[in-house]
C-alpha cells in the first residue's frame, strides 16, 4: 500500500485548508484511513480515521468540530478539511492505513502498517 499526502502549506489563524492522501496497491475494502500529525518536539498525535467501506469516523479530541475526515472511493483518496485552524495546529500531518481495527484501537500509531511522506501545515498567528 502507498500513501501520498498533499495539501499542506501556510495559512492564517481562522482559516481553512484541505488535505489529500491518494492511496494504490491496496486491495480489499477493510482498510482505515487515518491522519496523524506532528508538531516540533512533540509525540505524534492522532487526528481523525475513516473507514474505507461504510465510512464511519472518529476524531481526536481537540479537533472534533474543526476537521472533518471524508473519502472519495472511486478516486481512491481520503481527505481532512481543516477550518478555524490555530497557531496549535502547525505540525506535519500524515496518513495512514491500517487493515481491521477496531475503533478502540484507531487511535494508536502503532497499529498502522502503511505511512504516506507527510505534508506540512504551518498556522500563522
Known amino acids: 500500500v502507498q500513501l501520498q499526502a498533499c495539501g499542506g502549506g501556510l495559512v492564517q489563524a481562522g482559516g481553512s485548508l484541505k488535505l489529500s492522501c491518494t492511496v494504490s496497491g491496496h486491495t480489499g475494502s477493510d482498510y482505515v484511513m487515518s491522519w496523524f500529525r506532528q508538531a516540533l518536539g512533540k509525540e505524534r498525535e492522532f487526528v481523525a480515521a475513516?473507514?474505507?467501506?461504510?465510512?464511519?469516523?472518529t476524531y481526536g479530541g481537540s479537533m472534533k468540530g474543526r476537521f472533518t475526515i471524508s473519502k472519495d472511493n472511486a478516486k481512491n483518496t481520503v481527505y481532512l478539511q481543516m477550518s478555524s485552524l490555530e497557531p496549535e495546529d502547525t505540525a506535519v500531518y500524515y496518513c495512514a492505513a491500517a487493515q481491521r481495527l477496531i475503533i478502540s484501537t484507531m487511535r494508536n500509531e502503532r497499529n498502522y502498517n502503511w505511512w504516506g511522506q507527510g505534508t506540512l501545515v504551518t498556522v500563522s498567528s
Open positions: 475513516i473507514r474505507w467501506s461504510g465510512g464511519g469516523s
